[in-house]
């Protein structure tokens, strides 16, 4: 089969789940003797623009003929059998979707967040989930600047999606939306989006148990572990605050725009080792000499790499009831889970586990067998071939 495979990358140095899953499926098509033609743009192309490029990019959200040029030019030329689209925000625009669409090529699209419910792919307003503008009145962004704190920013961004939705672009222009949970479909289904077009399909990493060995020297010898993203999304502040009142050891991992103010709370706490950004074989084994991993995000997940990561480690997690964990997380069997927002909660969680060592051990092989029951890459290439063939064939 020959695959049209589109992405809008993060920035370098801030690497995202949805540019993780990305690089691993085309990857795992390619391996099983497919051709996946990519066509990518990196946000770095913003930061590097001038004033003027800036203000082009910024409108080119809306549309972006360049964008949409070039992938009809690369169909024509290349004659794919499907396009599936990842991330098409900032930069590529939805006028690739249309582009893809008005090709007469089946249009896939893998829906990494809630950005059609929430133009800003969080649902978070403050440190608040907010699905407000599911209605389409995308305006209010402007009053809480939920765009990066700008109300121009805002603005502009409530224009673009105000216009596609009343073109009703997400509606019509794709056949396929590939959801990762439970609640990611009822979020869509609640603002008008077709059930039939929808199918759930999670995530996957290759099998990091083999081959992970344990190296902790210079880490406390019990510890528990937080890695992936310090931000607000990510629950780091609610961390923080938990944390002041446990003694328990915790090793951090990562980067992000709260890491400086993590690390300033960090060195006042003689229980906390921040690490910082740590290369990917050396964070997974830290997370395996680890007790269990704590994963406290106060957003919607998706299918959070980090915690089908953790599970193919044998990793029990405690994590907010919420999102993708409501149906990961088996309160109990592979892990804990705690109320969004309930500090002594999660800090209860973490002390039950952190006192019952066996709790660990038996939660973390049940986490095991999870990973390998759902987040193994043979399976989800099976899956993800099942839905360009069913796209390809109309149904």
């Known amino acids: 089969m020959k695959i049209f495979a589109i992405h809008n990358f993060h920035r370098t140095g801030r690497?995202?789940?949805?540019?993780?899953?990305?690089?691993?499926?085309?990857?795992?098509?390619?391996?099983?003797?497919?051709?996946?033609?990519?066509?990518?743009?990196?946000?770095?192309?913003f930061d590097n623009a001038g004033a003027f490029g800036k203000l082009r990019n910024a409108f080119g959200m809306l549309w972006s003929g360049k964008n949409y040029r070039a992938v009809k030019q690369l169909i024509r030329e290349k004659q794919p059998d499907v396009v599936h689209i990842h991330n098409f925000f900032p930069l590529l625009s939805p006028s690739v979707i249309y582009?893809?669409?008005?090709?007469?090529?089946?249009?896939?699209?893998?829906?990494?967040?809630?950005?059609f419910i929430c133009p800003c792919a969080t649902s978070i307003r403050g440190t608040k989930l907010c699905n407000l503008c599911g209605d389409g009145h995308y305006l209010r962004m402007c009053k809480y600047r939920c765009f990066k704190g700008s109300g121009f920013q805002?603005?502009?961004?409530?224009?673009?999606?105000?216009?596609?939705?009343?073109?009703?672009?997400?509606?019509?222009?794709?056949?396929?939306?590939?959801?990762?949970?439970?609640?990611?479909?009822?979020?869509?289904?609640?603002?008008?989006?077709?059930?039939?077009?929808?199918?759930?399909?999670?995530?996957?990493?290759?099998?990091?148990?083999?081959?992970?060995?344990?190296?902790?020297?210079?880490l406390p010898p019990r510890y528990a572990v937080y890695y992936g993203r310090i931000g607000e999304e990510k629950g780091i502040r609610f961390l923080m605050k938990a944390w002041n009142d446990l003694d328990v050891p915790l090793v951090v991992m990562g980067t992000g725009p709260l890491a400086d103010e993590f690390k300033r709370w960090a060195d006042t706490k003689d229980n906390v080792h921040f690490l910082g950004y740590t290369e990917h074989d050396k964070c997974l084994n830290i997370v395996k000499g680890a007790e269990f991993v704590v994963f406290p995000s106060v957003c919607y997940e998706g299918c959070s790499m980090v915690q089908i990561e953790a599970m193919s480690l044998g990793k029990a997690i405690v994590a907010t009831d919420l999102g993708f964990s409501q149906e990961s997380i088996k309160d109990g069997y592979n892990g804990m889970k705690f109320p969004l927002g309930d500090e002594k909660a999660f800090a209860d969680k973490v002390r039950e586990l952190w006192d019952a060592p066996e709790k660990c051990v038996s939660m973390g092989s049940n986490a095991r067998e999870e990973y390998r029951q759902k987040y193994m890459s043979e399976d989800n290439y099976k899956q993800l071939m099942s839905v360009y063939v069913t796209v390809m064939s109309g149904v």
Request: with cysteine; proline share 2%; charged share 30%.
């Open 15 to 45: 690497p995202s789940g949805d540019d993780q899953v990305f690089r691993a499926e085309t990857a795992l098509l390619e391996a099983h003797g497919n051709e996946v033609i990519r066509y990518t743009v990196c946000n770095d192309d």
């Open 99 to 115: 582009a893809a669409k008005r090709s007469g090529v089946p249009v896939v699209a893998t829906l990494h967040d809630t950005r």
């Open 154 to 218: 805002s603005f502009i961004v409530a224009l673009v999606f105000k216009y596609h939705r009343i073109r009703k672009s997400f509606y019509r222009q794709i056949d396929r939306y590939i959801c990762l949970n439970d609640n990611q479909i009822k979020l869509l289904t609640d603002i008008g989006f077709d059930e039939k077009k929808i199918v759930k399909k999670y995530n996957f990493v290759k099998d990091t148990e083999e081959g992970t060995t344990v190296k902790t020297d210079t």
